[in-house]
């Protein structure tokens, strides 16, 4: 028996037109899933598809705002038709705004509660509720399913400057562990990967300057993690299958695996 094996499973990948979320189709589509690619990017959802297809994989891009319940509700429906009935959901859409990062100039009181509101739309009511309570329950009624939400080393203590966006990561990972306990009776397995640090569209101003050399905040990023480097959205495919898998995972609900080359592990 190959415990990573996802031939028999539709996965839907939400964020995937994104770095971190592409590199997450790409992977379970090499273990076997039919991929669904969802996103609002046209563009990058399709050149996600396609790389799938040109290694043999099986996937397609399918429209939509993972913050608006009724463009994912007609997603739920062209993937069902076309891919069949998902049994796995990645929640990958979100990321940081410099409108909700304090600075020198955007002191935390100065923070415009719309901004708040729209970054809590972004990582929690589109990044994960809105997604689970749209695939959740079809999954629960057919008696199967895995949730990967993805949350952040901010959801666990929140990083410096980065205030919005890390309180709606916590409220993501508990979010997590309140569906696994609700759906575990249904045969649905609800879990969250934090990953480190990975350089992406939505980071990349904070780690790097203009000119490619690494900010003072890279720096100190690379002190504190005990591998000190960045990861690559590779290194997040195991996690991602191992949670995906039935035959992996099937006692697994609840928890949140760190893929952070060991920032967690230490404070100073
Ligand atoms: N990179 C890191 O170091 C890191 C670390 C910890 C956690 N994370 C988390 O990992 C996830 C992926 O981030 P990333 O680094 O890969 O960033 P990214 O490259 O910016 O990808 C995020 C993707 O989310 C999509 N998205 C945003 N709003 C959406 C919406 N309403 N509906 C559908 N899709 C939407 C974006 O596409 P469009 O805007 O084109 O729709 C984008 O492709 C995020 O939740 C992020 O918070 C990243």
Known sequence: MNLFDLHQEVAVVIGATGALGGALAEGLAAAGAKVAVLGRNRERGESCAKRIAEKNGHAQFFAADASDRAQLAAAHAQISASLGAPTILVNAAGGNDPKVTVTAENAFEKIAVEDWRANFDLNLIGGALLPCQEFGPAMCG??????????SV?????LSRVVAYSAAKAAVLNLTKFLAREWAGQGVRVNSITPGFFPAEQNRKLLFNDDGTP???????WGHTPMARFGEARELVGAAVFLASEKASSF???????VDGGYLSQTI
């Not at 900010?215 to 990023?221: G, L, M, N, P, Y």
Request: charged share 15%.
């Open 142 to 151: 057919r008696g199967r399913g895995s949730i990967i939400n993805i949350a």
């Open 154 to 158: 901010s959801a666990h203590l929140p």
């Open 215 to 221: 900010t003072a905040r890279t720096k100190s990023i």
């Open 252 to 258: 697994v609900t609840g928890t949140d695996l760190c």
